[in-house]
């Protein structure tokens, strides 16, 4: 029986100021996948992680995480689903005046997490990102493959269900990025659902997983097995 994590019906997101981003859009993914979320600049994959994400709503069709449709959520009840579901992003969004262990800690601080807690659980995810030495450094000592551990570890934080990835390695060279992409598949062998954006194919024929084509706002390829990037 399948266990799905994320799914997409119908789903359609129209901007009034430049029209159709996403048009019918159907697809699913399993608990555990790692998906790879590729296309041109512009071909609306950084719409469809928003709307998983619920940063954006779709104008038609239907979302689900978890079972539970969240199409149309109220403001109150993000902080709930986004308990399950971390990001990371290209350029970091880090605190530079706060230290590796003051970064990732604040992501706790502000859902009301205990202080014992977070210095408990900000050592262990350091730990996993291979950023243990670095607990008492600031963001502008750090190199961009560093700085970008210091997200994923903020995303893991909460423990998500799913992690999304948008173009996270796109300010970094070939060696941080395959690193960071190292990490990201760690990650999902703990049972972690990841969904990568990317436009770098030599990246996503590397990872050699599923690979969902997006162009012009549309799905053209759904490749379950071994996906390569070949446009």
């Known amino acids: 029986m399948k266990n799905i994590m994320i799914a997409f019906e119908n ?3 129209i901007y009034n100021n430049s029209g159709v981003a996403l048009k019918d859009i159907n697809f699913e993914i399993e608990k555990g996948e790692f998906v790879s979320i590729v ?3 512009g071909a609306g994959k950084s719409t469809l992680l928003k709307l998983i994400f619920a940063e954006e709503n779709p104008t038609e069709g ?10 149309q959520l109220k403001k109150s009840k993000l902080p709930v689903l986004r308990r399950h579901i971390g990001v990371v992003f290209q350029d970091f969004k880090l605190l530079d005046r706060k ?15 205990a202080d014992l807690e977070i210095k408990e659980d900000v050592p262990q995810v350091l730990e996993i990102v291979g950023l243990a030495d ?11 493959g560093e700085r970008q551990r210091v997200s994923i570890a903020r995303a893991l934080v909460h423990r ?3 992690i999304i990835a948008d ?7 070939f060696v941080n990025t395959w690193d960071i992409i190292q990490l990201l598949m760690k990650i999902n062998q703990y049972g972690t659902t990841i969904v990568l954006a990317t436009h770098n194919r030599e990246i996503v024929n590397l990872i050699n997983k599923r690979v969902i084509t997006v162009d012009k706002g549309s799905i053209t390829k759904d490749q379950h097995d071994n996906g390569k990037y070949l446009i």
């Open 11 to 13: 789903v359609s997101k």
């Open 39 to 41: 296309g041109q600049s």
């Open 62 to 71: 239907n979302i689900s995480i978890k079972g539970r449709n969240i199409s």
């Open 99 to 113: 230290t590796v262990f003051e970064n990732v800690a604040f992501a706790m601080e502000v859902s009301g997490r």
């Open 134 to 144: 670095k607990v008492e450094s600031y963001i502008d000592e750090l190199s961009g």
């Open 160 to 162: 998500p269900d799913i």
């Open 167 to 173: 173009e996270p390695t796109g300010n970094l060279d």
